[in-house]
């Protein structure tokens, strides 16, 4: 039981300590890391194995890290305005985007028209669109990185296409001659009455 105990004594030694060992008074064998005695003898220790941890990254180091720093401090849409109506009988539209900074390298603007994504988008913040419906539509752009993810995205804002309708064009274009029979709004009861070319002649 001696033995084992002084075992764990020299275990529990530090590296850099000096381990020595006598024979007292009694004959007892007596390890100590000072030499109290003259015939105190100096043990030699075999190396321990040292073994280096790797350096662990704190936790909240950690998630800043993959926390990616925003891209863009700002996208907006320049033209057209908010709330804009745009009258156009083709209901074209051109729409013009910027961001703060440039668009980086792999990445491209992205239009959406009614939360519908309008093609792939490019570089060009510049978009034509063209035989628009009439009414109101929500208008957004959005930036996506090489993968095709969203980085960031505007606000919808609403925009009002106003375009001459047939019943429109029809009321400013009256029915001719062909029309009737053709168009709904030309009935036949209505149609007049068409000249002659060739003179009436009563049979008999």
Known sequence: ?????????????????????????????????????????????????????????????????????????????????????????????????TSEPALHSGHRFRLLLDGQARGEGGRSPVFALENIDRGTHQLAVEILDAHGRTLERTPSQPLHMLRISMVQKRLVKPCKQDDYGVRPECPLKDKPAQKRDIPFVPFI
């Open 1 to 97: 039981m001696r033995i084992l105990l002084l075992c764990l004594l020299l275990i529990g030694l530090p590296a850099a300590a000096q381990v020595y060992t006598y024979v007292d008074a009694d004959g007892n064998r007596v390890f100590t890391d000072r030499p109290t005695s003259d015939n105190a003898e100096r043990v030699e220790l075999p190396a321990t194995n040292n073994m280096s941890l790797p350096a662990s990254t704190p936790p909240a180091a950690a998630a800043a890290s993959s926390t990616p720093a925003p891209a863009y401090r700002m996208l907006r849409i320049l033209l057209p305005l908010p709330d804009a109506t745009i009258r156009d009988n083709a209901g074209s539209l051109i729409v013009t985007a």
